[in-house]
Each structure stands twice: as C-alpha cells, then as structure tokens.
C-alpha cells in the first residue's frame, strides 16, 4: 500500500529526527548540528552528524545519510512503508486502514503456515542429525571442521536416507498433505503418492531476514554422481533463489560496511566460523538484479570471492555488471593455493584470509588479470585478441591517473608496447596520434569534467535556493522549464517543490527526500548530497544573483547537450540561435 503524501508529511514532521537517532546514537551538538558515532561503521571520532533544521543526517565516514525514514530503513532493515508504520506507531498515530482483498488474506494465511511446517521441518532435520541416524552427516561436518556451535547458529540438519521419513513426520505434526506439497519439500509419484525431495543429505535452513525458515540446500553424502551435489528447495509462496541470499539474516547484524558474497553454503559457514560474520551466498542460482537490490538494503560494498576455476572467474564477470547497473562498489578476490575461501581458511587460518580480503581488486584489475591468464605470449593471435580485448576494457575509464596504472599492469608481462595500447585506445575514444592533438583532446576532457561539476552545482543550488524560496520559484514561470536540468531526479525534486508551494506549505531538506523515496529509492542517495550542502547566501539578493547564474549555467548546459547529439542542420541553427539569446530570455529574472 502507498500512503498519500498528507500521510507521509504528518508522521515524518511528528518525529523530529534529532528525538529518533538519539534513541539509539549518543549525539551531542556542537554548532547547528549534533554529532555521535556512526551506527552503520565502526568508528571512534564521531563523523556521524544530524541536522535538525534540514531534518537529515549524514555520515562523513561512510557516506550513508537521509531523512528519519532512511535512518529507520538501515537501522531497523525495515523497507520505506515498513519504516513509516514503525514511526506512526511510535507517535501513536493512526494510519489508514489497509484495504486487504481476500486472495491477500488467503495468500498471508499460507505463507504463516508454511513458515510453520518449515520451522517444524529443520526441527526434524535437526533431531534426525543429533540422533544415531545421523551419523554420515555428523562425519562429513566433522571432516569439514564444523564445529557444534556452528551447527546449531546455523540450524544445520540431515534429511535421512529414506523415501518418505520428513513427509509422514510432517503429517503426523497435523500438516495437510496439501501444504506439505505446497512447500515443495515432498514430490509426487506417477503412483500419485508423495516422497521427500531431499534424501541423505546435510540440510541447512534458508532463513529470511525475520528469522523465519523458508527453504532448505541440501548437500549430497552419496557417492551417486548422477545426483545433484547440492539440491535446493524450488520457488514458493515463500521463497524466491532470486531474492533470498542465504545468510543475509546473520551478514546484516551490526551493520557491516560491506558484504563478502561467496559461492556456497560452506563457504559462508567456514568464514562464519573464523570471525568473518558478514558473508552471504547466492542460493542455487546465478547471481542476478534481484540478489542485487535486496543486498542494497543494507551495504553499498561487496567483496564478491568466488572460487579459484574458471567457473569462478565466470561468476565473478558475471557479477561485475549486476553489481555496477545497481550503484554498489564492488572488489574481487580469488584465493591462491585453494579451490575456495573455506579450503584457504583450513589450510592458511583465520589470520591469513584476513590479510587476503585486504588485496581484493576493483573489476577493471580483475578483468584485465583474467585476459592476461588466457594470454599465451609467443602466439601473435593470442596477442592480437589479448590487445583488441584489454583495449575494449581500458576505454572505458576517462580518469588518466587510473588509466595509466591499468596500462602498466597489462602490458607487464607481455610482447605489448605502452605506446602500441595507447595508440589503440586513442583510436577507440575519437583521439589521433598527433600529441598536440592528444594533449587538446585530454585538456578538453579535465574541461568537460569540471564544466559537468559547475553544472551539478547549479543544479543543486537552484533547488535549495527555490525550496525555500517561493517569491524566487514563482519568478522562474516562463524562463524555465524542469526539462532544461536533462536528470530526472532534479526534474523530481522540482516537482516536489511546485506541488509544496501550490499548497502554501513549508517545505524542508527531509520533506524533499522523503517524498521522493517512495518514488525512486535510487535517487535518495544524490539527493541527500545535494540537500545536505548549505548555501552561503545570507540575503534575498545573493538568492537572486545566484539563481540567475544558476539557471544560466543549467540551460547552456540543456541547449549544449541538444547540438552534440543532433545531426539535423536545420534544429543546430535553431539551436545555435537559442544558446546565443539565453541572456536575453534570463531578462524577465533580472531586479
């Protein structure tokens, strides 16, 4: 359910902001603003600062900010309605009733007795793995090192070697056939009678992020190859492989700056174990969009550490652009000498993969070190594919510092020259040879760079200049128009202001950010940067004068962006001609 606007304002402007983070941070005002120690990274100068006129926070250490349903959205992993409601019941105020059809209550009906039946189906699995039946489960966790604490953290269980043990378990317990069918953890027979999916295998709970059990992985003891080694429950009401990394409900305790995503179950109990309690693993699928913006949520960083094969290597290119499209920082590690981190950690220990995570590398290094293994230094085709494929990849950074590290650790190594790559990837970015040209070509793009800043600034500044101006927003009718900023979230936040001052309303940062949350959550991030600034203008004059150059800036910048993608000589002319009469149409803002 969407709650209205009205809604949303009078439960955000009942919770001061500063009242809510001091329930769960030490804050203490210095100036305008009150600081305290970051909740979501460790730290021991606090950087973590709250300000109650904007009524946002935001983190100098880490980054993180917004207004208070942000910092309830982190601190509770609750999602943006679930954080109003928290706050509404907090100030006792009344929300409107939700209209809930039937097939909603028959559906949330379901899903509370499956997660019954799977709580009471990792209980069996437990009790059959601590009994004499559980004997070659209890070995293999044995000869992996896992220890009786991890066992029972995890819920670890064992799925006896039989046909139909956890099915007449679960009937017994009063489960309806039906359901236990529904949960996937039995199959039907051609015969039309009912077996259980996994058998005589370690089992280990998927658990969600509320604590409910809502599938199982099962690891196969047999040495049947023809049997999947590890076996996953399929798609329920509720579970989904694409949205439920496992152990996301552990990795998300004390707010870890980053997650280590790794390949298996084992994995991430192995590092559990040697104290690195923040990783997660996909859930018998690829890792996609979906694993993705659920893993938002809770951390901007991901160290992805897939196995040491070429599998491995393939997981990890495969995550590099998931990761990337979804705005998360991402490094990449491979253990050496081992196949996987839990191999490492029992070969090398706990101290040494501590040291290892550090040398984890950003995905430009990682894929050129992967090009580099499949280079074979005496074949000229290998080299000709090795040069056309690192090239495709340098082009794409425009930071020449980072470029010419990345040219030196390709070239290391190999028959390429430093000039021959710098001659292609010139060639792929439009460039020539001619070093005056070159030296032009790059002095252009540090002018682009700071020219699309000085746009950025004036995007920002006339957004705070007209939220909380609205004699200045009125004069802008005519002279501007929300399409000139080319960004939707700008175009968003102008919105928000029109509809604010339409209604006479005050209209602060966190109004702002509120509003354009439920909207696009992708955008808040930007926001809370650009609304987090103060402006240095004291009177209404300084105001005038800097939206004026604002707007300036900002419509250059719409007209400049139309003619380098137009082809049309006719729309260039026009366009031509309208850059060059921007002053004059800035005249109706002129005192």
């Known amino acids: 359910m969407r709650y209205s606007d009205d809604v949303i304002m009078d439960v955000r402007q009942a919770n001061d902001i500063v009242d809510v983070i001091g329930e769960y941070v030490i804050l203490k005002k ?10 979501f990274h460790g ?9 109650r006129e904007k009524q946002i926070f935001h983190c100098f250490g880490c980054g993180v900010g917004g207004g208070v349903f942000k910092f309830i959205e982190l601190q509770e992993s609750l999602s943006f309605t679930e954080s109003l409601e928290f706050l509404a019941n907090r100030i006792n105020y009344k929300l409107p009733d939700k209209i809930v059809s039937q097939d909603d209550l028959i559906r949330q009906e379901t899903k509370e007795k499956l997660w019954e039946l799977h709580k009471a189906a990792a209980r069996f699995f437990y009790e059959c793995l601590v009994s004499d039946l559980g004997k070659p489960a209890t070995d293999y966790l044995n000869m992996r090192g896992v220890s009786n604490a991890a066992r029972i953290k995890f819920g670890i269980g064992y799925a006896p070697d039989s046909w139909n043990s956890l099915n007449d378990h ?11 069918a529904q949960s996937g953890l039995v199959k039907q027979g051609s015969s039309g009678k009912y077996y259980d999916r996994f058998r005589n295998r370690v089992m280990f709970p998927i658990i969600d992020i509320s604590g409910h059990v809502i599938a199982f992985g099962g690891r196969r003891l047999s040495e049947n190859k023809e049997e999947a080694k590890y076996l996953n429950s399929p798609d329920t009401e509720i579970f989904s492989k694409s949205y439920n990394p496992y152990n996301l409900n552990l990795a998300r305790q004390g707010h870890p700056d980053e997650f280590i995503l790794v390949e298996g179950y084992m994995d991430v109990i192995s590092l559990y174990q040697a104290g690195f309690k923040n990783a997660i693993a996909a859930c018998g699928t690829a890792f996609n969009e979906k694993h993705a913006g659920v893993i938002k949520r809770f951390t901007h960083n991901i160290i992805a550490l897939f196995d040491s094969d070429n599998a491995g290597e393939n997981a990890a290119l495969k995550a590099i652009p998931v990761l990337k499209n979804a705005g998360i920082n991402m490094k990449i590690l491979q253990v050496p000498n081992a196949k996987d981190p839990d191999e490492y950690i029992n070969n090398f220990g706990a101290e040494a993969f501590g040291k290892l995570i550090k040398t984890a590398v950003n995905p430009m290094l990682f894929r050129i070190n992967v090009l580099k293994k499949q280079l074979v230094p005496d074949n000229p085709d290998s080299v000709i594919l090795f040069t056309q494929k690192v090239t495709e990849i340098l082009s794409e950074t425009d930071n020449l510092s980072e470029l010419d590290i990345y040219i030196n650790t390709a070239i290391k190594g190999t028959p390429v020259s430093t000039e021959s790559l710098r001659s292609d990837i010139r060639r792929i970015k439009g460039m020539t040879d001619d070093p005056s040209d070159n030296s032009r070509t790059y002095a252009r793009q540090y002018k682009n760079t700071a020219a699309s800043g000085a746009v950025e600034e004036a995007k920002s500044t006339l957004i705070n200049i007209i939220a909380n101006d609205k004699l200045l927003f009125q004069r802008l009718d005519g002279v501007f128009s929300k399409e000139e900023f080319d960004d939707d979230m700008y175009v968003r936040l102008f919105d928000i202001v029109e509809r604010a001052h339409k209604k006479d309303a005050p209209i602060t940062a966190a109004d702002l950010l509120t ?3 439920p909207e696009n959550p992708e955008y808040v991030k930007r926001a809370e940067a650009v609304l987090w600034s103060q402006l240095p203008y004291t009177n209404a004059d300084q105001r005038h004068s800097a939206l004026l150059s604002a707007v300036k800036i900002i419509k250059t910048a719409h007209v400049d962006s139309l003619m380098r993608k137009t082809e ?4 260039m002319s026009k366009l031509i001609d309208e850059k ?12």
Do not use: M
């Not at 210095?30 to 909740?39: E, I, Q, R, V």
């Not at 049309?568 to 729309?571: A, N, Q, S, T, V």
């Open 580 to 591: 060059r009469n921007i002053e004059n149409s800035l005249k109706a803002l002129t005192i």
């Open 568 to 571: 049309d000589d006719e729309l």
């Open 170 to 180: 679960l009937l017994k317990e009063g489960f309806p056939q039906e359901l236990i």
């Open 30 to 39: 210095k100036g305008t603003n009150y600081f305290g120690l970051c909740p």
């Open 515 to 517: 509003l354009l949350e």
């Open 43 to 51: 730290e021991k100068t606090p950087s973590f600062s709250v300000n």
